[in-house]
């Protein structure tokens, strides 16, 4: 763990957007001793609060943001940041846009996207695992019921529920395609299929199914949904001479039969992202480049299941 001593206290940040995950956010970095202060369209009570970007820049200098608005709004607030010359550490919730950029400037030296489940323990541990073995096949299973996901929430006013803002279990549940991309190398082509099935109240995509070849993987298969009860999220995997199972709900690794339990706190892999960011210990983040390449495969894998055919990664760089 990156020593906590070594980030500076009492300085600046910024939060945009104070939804559920908004508020861990702020309520992370405030444990942190930063000075919290936040963007939203609601009257917030517990840090100081502004209504839009050019107002905060215009009365504070921050040393670091956090984007976490609804998905349609990250580029938006990325782009106003820019307009108003904030060049500090940015990261962007997941996933990073809900369309492609139209220009690809290289912003990973400052900028990094919110997968923060690349710091939990049984990935980190899998991480090693993957990246010194031989890979056979790889294989994750996600799911978890939407009306139920959020306590407190009207799901079905939710931007889970919604298209246009965003909504959709390949954006929400976009953890899983990117650490299939940093385990097992980028995607090379994609078929998929998905769309709005169940009975729910919501217009995105509640199931998707991936298949995948990858850089050092020929056979990789993604499963999500909103319909799990309990939630599900699991990962098999098969190397030369071992099979590999993991729960991210329980927190275990089973290693050719032999199992090993992890404690994780609530919050940690949170702590653990902002605190590898503000300690510029950048080997495990998401930085933004990689940010664009789990995008780039949602929206093959839209593709795929709307043209029921595979997608060619380098055919898809060069259109």
């Known amino acids: 763990m990156p020593k906590r001593e070594a980030i500076a206290k009492g300085m600046n940040c910024l939060v945009i957007g104070y939804g559920s995950i908004g508020r861990r956010h702020a309520s992370v970095l405030a444990n942190l001793d930063y000075f919290v202060h936040v963007i939203s369209k609601q009257d917030i009570k517990e840090y100081p609060c502004y209504k839009t970007v050019g107002e905060a820049l215009g009365r504070k200098r921050f040393d670091y943001v956090v984007i976490c608005n609804e998905t349609a709004d990250h580029y ?3 782009q106003e940041l820019n307009a108003h010359g ?78 246009a803002k965003g909504g959709g279990v390949l954006n929400d549940l976009s953890h899983e395609l990117d650490y299939v991309l940093w385990l097992v190398g980028n995607w090379v082509r994609v078929s998929a299929t998905g769309g709005k099935f169940s009975s729910l109240e919501i217009d995105s995509a509640d199931i998707f199914s991936l298949l995948l070849e990858t850089e050092r993987c020929p056979v990789t298969s993604v499963q999500l949904n909103y319909l799990d009860i309990p939630p599900r999220r699991d990962i098999i995997a098969h190397l030369k001479g071992m099979s590999v199972k993991a729960d991210l709900i329980e927190n275990t690794l089973e290693f050719n039969g032999k199992e090993t339990r992890y404690d994780v706190d609530r919050n940690i892999t949170y702590l653990l992202q902002h605190e590898a960011i503000l300690n510029g210990d950048y080997a495990a983040l998401c930085p933004y480049r990689e940010g664009l390449h789990a995008l780039e495969l949602i929206k093959a894998a839209e593709t795929a299941s709307e043209r029921r055919m595979w997608i060619e990664r380098v055919n898809l760089k060069k259109s």
Not at 98 to 118: H, T, W
Not at 120 to 140: M, T, W
Request: with cysteine; aromatic share 20%; glycine share 4%.
């Open 86 to 163: 904030y060049t500090g550490k940015i990261l962007i919730e997941k996933p990073i846009f809900s369309e492609m950029p139209p220009a690809f400037p290289d912003y990973s030296d400052r900028v990094f996207v919110g997968y923060n489940l690349r710091f939990h323990p049984v990935l980190q541990k899998l991480y090693d695992i993957c990246r010194h073995n031989d890979l056979y096949s790889f294989h994750v299973y996600a799911g978890q019921y939407l009306p139920s996901w959020r306590p407190g929430t009207d799901y079905p006013k939710s931007y889970s529920a919604s298209r």
């Open 76 to 78: 938006q607030s990325f």
